[in-house]
């Protein structure tokens, strides 16, 4: 380029730069109406998609709303207030479904995929549709307590799923873990030791006892020792071992923090995969426990340790608070407590209560498994929507078409605190609904308590333990 080029070229510049300048302005404004037009459209474009659903107005353009209600610790509830004011289906995120319909519940967990057209509901625009919401939802991925590496509760792979489900269902049940009940009788006995030796109070000492903190105590060491064939220690030590509870309390829910600490994923898993190890050592016996039937039916050491380590995170947890929420209940109502001290005292009198009380004993006491069924009720062990997520094709919902891709959870309140099903004093904890029903009124409130864990082929495989 000659320098009389180069002169001009500046000179352009110069003079585009200074128009520019002249015009800032103007350049500015056009600019900010450009990028508010684009988040216009794009706001437009994410509230349509799910339009014909009602729900909180600001759910329709982002999460905001769902992590509001997370931090103030009342999304459960605030999604049943949505039911309430909105229907059965609320909108409550972009892309986020809750509903209140427990029949739609059992639908989404089903045990098979349904067919070419099959009709799912009696919406005629559901004619001829075959999807149906069995995908898990993304958010499971946040559950894994390693990247990439699954447990059978971050699982999406349907097949692989099955697979793994069939092989774990044996060592949960009391034919192949014939300690499964002696296990939790002597635990039972060590806390009951803890609290007479550490916490009885005298006329001259009183002890405070933080109930809720020993039964999870209690919870950690019992799920420890069936799934590694050893306890951590917490009754023992009477203390937070690995500063589990500590950590655990300071986030939510649990798995998640499992999943987001790597520190406590490292602990964690170093206590899961050593004990796995052993028992997995050439020379070490097979026990009959629940580790034991997973090495009989061929899990590999790996999964073991990830299925052990998983029923320790999420078994501990939802069976102290369901114990804790009971026993709070029952202190609450002075009447429903007297009425299970009653039978209690009765059964013992008779010979019908054995020391310790047997399962099979404690099933035959008529009030406790209606405290039991009530206490599920009144306050499910998990909260969450454990959204799963709709397939490509789409479904129908309540009538509405609703596009592949959509996440669609529950809402547990709406649920468990259904007037249409549990009555009017649905709020309330009483046991005795559970007695006074009429057979066919108990069958239907027995089928929707047991959704708490879960239906299906997602149904918690230590149901039939409970």
Avoid at 58 to 70: E, G, L, N, P, T
Avoid at 255 to 274: C, R
Wanted: glycine share 6%.
């Amino acid at each position: 380029m000659s320098d009389e080029q180069g002169r001009v070229a500046t000179g352009l510049l110069r003079d585009a730069l200074q128009d520019l300048s002249n015009h800032f302005g103007t350049v500015s404004l056009t600019v900010a109406i450009g990028l508010l037009i684009l988040f216009v459209a794009d706001s437009f474009r994410v509230w349509y998609r799910l339009s014909h659903v009602p729900g909180p107005f600001w759910a329709a353009f982002s999460k905001a709303w769902m992590v509001r209600q997370s931090f103030k610790g009342r999304q459960p509830y605030a999604i049943q207030e949505a039911n309430e004011k909105y229907g059965s289906l609320v909108r409550i995120g972009p892309n986020e479904l809750a509903t209140a319909d427990p029949k739609l519940l059992r639908r989404m967990m089903a045990a098979h995929p349904i067919r070419e057209g099959h009709v799912c509901d009696d919406s005629p625009k559901r004619r001829g549709s075959s999807s149906h919401l069995t995908i898990m939802g993304t958010g499971y991925n946040a559950l894994r307590f390693e990247p990439g590496k699954d447990n059978l509760f971050s699982m999406s792979d349907d097949d692989a799923h099955t697979k793994l489900r069939n092989k774990m269902a044996a060592g949960y049940s009391g034919k192949e873990n014939e300690s499964l009940e002696r296990t939790i009788d002597a635990h039972i006995a060590r806390l009951i030791k803890l609290f007479e030796t550490n916490y009885l109070s005298t006329d001259q000492e009183y002890h405070l006892v933080d109930f809720a903190q020993k039964i999870q105590y209690f919870t950690l060491d019992v799920i420890s020792d069936l799934a590694f064939g050893q306890p951590f220690g917490y009754i023992e030590q009477d203390d937070d071992v690995f500063d589990f509870i500590k950590i655990t309390r300071s986030f939510f829910p649990v798995t998640l923090v499992m999943a987001n600490i790597p520190s406590l994923v490292s602990a964690a898993l170093a206590v899961a995969n050593k004990k796995v190890a052993e028992r997995f050592a050439s020379d070490a016996a097979v026990q009959p426990d629940m580790l034991g039937s997973f090495i009989r039916h061929a899990l590999t050491q790996e999964e073991a340790s990830r299925q052990s380590l998983l029923n320790v995170v999420a078994g501990s947890d939802t069976s102290a608070t369901t114990i804790r929420l009971i026993m709070l209940s029952l202190l609450s109502n002075p009447v429903a407590y007297r009425k299970l001290q009653s039978e209690i005292d009765n059964g013992v009198k008779v010979g019908i209560i054995s020391s310790p009380i047997t399962d099979a004993e404690a099933r035959k006491l008529r009030y406790l498994q209606a405290t039991i069924q009530e206490g599920l009720r009144i306050k499910a062990p998990a909260a969450d929507p454990l959204f799963k997520e709709v397939p490509k094709r789409g479904d129908y919902i309540d009538g509405k078409f609703i596009l592949g891709g959509t996440q669609t959870g529950t809402s547990p309140c709406s649920i468990y605190h259904s007037k249409e099903i549990f009555g009017q004093d649905a709020s309330l904890f009483l046991p005795d609904r559970w007695l006074n029903a009429d057979p066919a009124r108990v069958e239907a409130m027995s089928e929707v308590v047991g959704l708490v864990f879960s239906s299906g082929k997602y149904q918690c495989l230590a149901t039939e333990t409970l």
